[in-house]
């Protein structure tokens, strides 16, 4: 199974940091998933406006269609998702995440906001019908050191249950026929 590990921050690297935390850790529950890390600072991000769509967006859109899982790291922004990674999830098309494995983790300048994961990205992965893990995680800069690595170890351990989780619902999406009975 690919699984495509999005940060979507474009600048900063807490978001960057947590996923390749996570990598290791779904790593150590399944060494044979296939992962690759997509970073949205990376990309040169095009708005959804019905003009041609650049090749970077091609490219994004084409890596969430081929995968079989995903993780979402995202930070906060106007106590919301930022732009450009709502804008993404405006060109996949409905049905290309349909029941797959999808675990989110966030972080944000203060911890008032971690309900916006559950609030805002939770609804729109739930309108893709995707197999969303129960837990997330949500961090905060007292979680890093100044290098900006994950030094709290409450945060190591939800991270890891996050990977354990992840990994057992990818072998539920693996018996799961995408195909539906009804029309939708
Ligand atoms: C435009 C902007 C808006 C932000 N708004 C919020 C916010 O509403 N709530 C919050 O907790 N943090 C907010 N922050 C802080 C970011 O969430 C934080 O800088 C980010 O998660 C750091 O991660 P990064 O290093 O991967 O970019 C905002 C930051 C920026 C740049």
Same mark, same amino acid.
């Given at each position: 199974m690919k699984i495509l590990l999005v940060? $979507?921050?474009?600048? $900063?690297?807490k978001t960057g940091a947590i996923l390749r935390q996570v990598e290791q850790y779904i790593k150590e529950y399944n060494s044979g998933l296939e992962l690759e890390i997509l970073y949205f600072a990376d990309l040169k991000h095009q708005i959804l406006d019905g003009s041609p769509l650049n090749e970077d967006m091609q490219m994004m859109i084409r890596k969430f269609e081929e995968a079989d899982g995903y993780i979402i790291s995202t930070p906060i922004y106007q106590a919301s998702i930022p732009g450009v990674l709502k804008n993404a999830f405006d060109m996949?098309?409905?049905?290309?995440?349909?029941y797959k494995p999808v675990s989110m983790v966030a972080n944000g $300048?203060?911890?008032?906001?971690?309900?916006v994961v559950e609030n805002q990205l939770r609804p729109i992965l739930d309108y893709f019908r995707c197999l969303v893990t129960p837990n997330y995680v949500y961090t905060h800069?007292?979680?890093?050191?100044e290098n900006n690595q994950i030094i709290d170890a409450t945060i190591q351990d939800r991270l890891r249950e996050l990977a354990r989780v992840f990994v057992e619902y990818c072998k539920l999406s693996e018996t799961l026929p995408k195909q539906p009975v009804d029309k939708n």
């Amino acid at each position: 199974m690919k699984i495509l590990l999005v940060d $979507g921050t474009v600048f $900063g690297t807490k978001t960057g940091a947590i996923l390749r935390q996570v990598e290791q850790y779904i790593k150590e529950y399944n060494s044979g998933l296939e992962l690759e890390i997509l970073y949205f600072a990376d990309l040169k991000h095009q708005i959804l406006d019905g003009s041609p769509l650049n090749e970077d967006m091609q490219m994004m859109i084409r890596k969430f269609e081929e995968a079989d899982g995903y993780i979402i790291s995202t930070p906060i922004y106007q106590a919301s998702i930022p732009g450009v990674l709502k804008n993404a999830f405006d060109m996949i098309d409905p049905k290309a995440m349909r029941y797959k494995p999808v675990s989110m983790v966030a972080n944000g $300048g203060t911890y008032q906001h971690h309900l916006v994961v559950e609030n805002q990205l939770r609804p729109i992965l739930d309108y893709f019908r995707c197999l969303v893990t129960p837990n997330y995680v949500y961090t905060h800069s007292s979680h890093f050191d100044e290098n900006n690595q994950i030094i709290d170890a409450t945060i190591q351990d939800r991270l890891r249950e996050l990977a354990r989780v992840f990994v057992e619902y990818c072998k539920l999406s693996e018996t799961l026929p995408k195909q539906p009975v009804d029309k939708n």
